[in-house]
C-alpha cells in the first residue's frame, strides 16, 4: 500500500532530446509528490513537487504530468542536457508525514 | 533558502567505535527531521524520524540501541552510530521540513567507512 513504483531504472537520450520517467502509486492518501535530483556523492535536491488537484505542473525544462484516476505522474526533462545526467527520484508522502521513495532512474545524457 | 547540512562529510572509522553525525537546518526551523540510510545504487531506506524534544520513530528492522538519534533543537540532530561495523558503512543522509509545506530538504550526506 506504500509503495512507488519507478520505471525505467535507467534511460539514455541524445542532447536535445526528452527525458521521461514515470511512476506509479497504491495509497490513494498521497497528496504530495515530489521528484528529486540525486548527483553520485550528493544528498537529493528538490526538483518540482505536485499536489493532485493539478494535472500539470512545469518550472523550466521540467514538466510533472499527473494523472489522479489512473495513479500516475511522471516527469518530462525537454532538451535534455549531459548536466542533467543524475539519478531521479520520484517520491510521495500523505499528510506532511514520511515519504515514500521510488527506487529511481539513472539518466545519461550523451552529447 | 531551505539549507540543510551536514558534518562531516564523510569519516572512517575502526570496527566498534562509535560515529556521530551532526544534521543542520541553516535558514530554517526544522520541527521534524528525517534520517536516510543509501547503498550504491538503492533508493534511500528510512532509517527514523525525529520531532524536536521528543523521542525518534524508528522504521521497522532499525535497531534504535544501535542508531540513537537526537533532535535537541529546531536546527539540529543527530545520528550516532553506535559500535560500528563494516556492514554499517553506508551513505547516511538526512532531510528537514518545517511546519508548514510537505516539503523535504536534503543535507549532502555523509559517507561513513567502518573498517
Known amino acids: 500500500q506504500q509503495q512507488v513504483k519507478q520505471s525505467p531504472q535507467s534511460l539514455i537520450v541524445q542532447k536535445g532530446g526528452i527525458s521521461i520517467i514515470n511512476c506509479a502509486y497504491e495509497n490513494t492518501a498521497f497528496d504530495y509528490f515530489p521528484w528529486y535530483q540525486q548527483f553520485p556523492g550528493k544528498g537529493p535536491a528538490l526538483l518540482i513537487a505536485?499536489?493532485?488537484?493539478?494535472s500539470e505542473k512545469k518550472e523550466g525544462r521540467f514538466t510533472i504530468s499527473f494523472n489522479k484516476s489512473a495513479k500516475q505522474f511522471s516527469l518530462h526533462i525537454m532538451d535534455s542536457q549531459p548536466g542533467d545526467s543524475a539519478t531521479y527520484f520520484c517520491a510521495a508522502t500523505a499528510a506532511g508525514n514520511k515519504l515514500t521513495f521510488g527506487g529511481g532512474t539513472r539518466v545519461l545524457v550523451k552529447p | 533558502g531551505a539549507v540543510v547540512s551536514q558534518h562531516p562529510s564523510r569519516v572512517i572509522c575502526k570496527s566498534g567505535t562509535s560515529v556521530k553525525i551532526e544534521c543542520r537546518s541553516l535558514?530554517?526551523?526544522?520541527?521534524?527531521m528525517f534520517w536516510y540510510r543509501q547503498f550504491p545504487k538503492q533508493s534511500l531506506m528510512l532509517m527514523a524520524t525525529?520531532?524536536?524534544?521528543?523521542?525518534?520513530?524508528?522504521e521497522q528492522g532499525v535497531e534504535k540501541d544501535k542508531f540513537l538519534i537526537n533532535h535537541a533543537s529546531l536546527t539540529l540532530s543527530t545520528l550516532t552510530v553506535t559500535s560500528a561495523h563494516p556492514e554499517d558503512s553506508s551513505f547516511y543522509i538526512c532531510?528537514?521540513?518545517?511546519?508548514?509545506?510537505?516539503?523535504?530538504?536534503f543535507g549532502p550526506g555523509t559517507r561513513l567507512t567502518v573498517l
Open positions: 535558514d530554517f526551523q526544522a520541527t521534524t
Open positions: 525525529s520531532n524536536e524534544g521528543s523521542k525518534a520513530t524508528y
Open positions: 532531510s528537514a521540513k518545517d511546519r508548514g509545506p510537505d516539503t523535504q530538504y
Open positions: 505536485i499536489r493532485p488537484d493539478v
